[in-house]
């Protein structure tokens, strides 16, 4: 149950329907974590630009939507893994890949960039941290950009995940791919 009433376009104050419009008319998200992220409009907006940039980045559609399925896994947070299992699907990553990560298990990854993708999401939110190998063969793998990416997007989305769980952002009911207990 939500911990957080939705407030509605017409209730906003100026800045926060300022910013909720800019965000909608870019194709932002406005849901979600940005039910509480617009209580602190220039949060809101933060959130949205970091979103972008991140977006824009060297890291592929794919591989950033396994980073942030590693995340929602990490966080239990359902809201979060209900948007990135579709948006995981739109971008073509198998349901085998996605029932894995539900199931903290390893997926079976071709792609040696996206199987990096995993190893450093699942090892930054385990260990707090990565160790000199992991780091290593991850930049030999990326690239020294693409792992800043990869770690900015890890931390970027775990703030997203913590605050719809802390918040009691939930998926609809009618969810194909529930995150498993």
């Given at each position: 149950m939500?911990?957080?009433?939705?407030?509605?376009r017409a209730d906003m104050?100026?800045?926060?329907?300022?910013?909720?419009?800019?965000a909608k008319a870019s194709g932002g998200p406005v849901g979600g974590p940005y039910y509480a992220y617009i209580r602190l409009p220039k949060l809101y907006e933060a959130c949205q630009n970091l979103r972008a940039s991140l977006s824009s980045g060297p890291l592929s559609d794919r591989e950033q939507q396994i980073v942030n399925l590693v995340v929602a896994r990490h966080w239990n947070a359902r809201y979060p893994w209900f948007a990135?299992?579709?948006?995981?699907?739109?971008?073509?990553?198998?349901?085998?890949v996605i029932d894995a990560i539900n199931a903290r298990a390893t997926p079976s990854l071709s792609d040696a960039r996206e199987r990096t993708c995993f190893a450093v999401a699942r090892e930054l939110l385990a260990a707090k941290g990565l160790s000199d190998q992991t780091y290593a063969a991850a930049e030999k793998t990326m690239g020294l950009e693409?792992?800043?990416?990869l770690v900015a997007t890890t931390g970027s989305f775990s703030m997203t995940?913590?605050?719809?769980?802390?918040?009691g952002v939930e998926p609809p009911a009618a969810n194909p791919t529930p995150l498993a207990q």
């Open positions: 939500a911990r957080i009433a939705i407030i509605d104050n100026a800045e926060q329907a300022r910013v909720h419009d800019v990135q299992v579709r948006r995981s699907l739109a971008v073509g990553i198998d349901q085998a693409s792992l800043v990416a995940c913590m605050t719809a769980s802390s918040f």
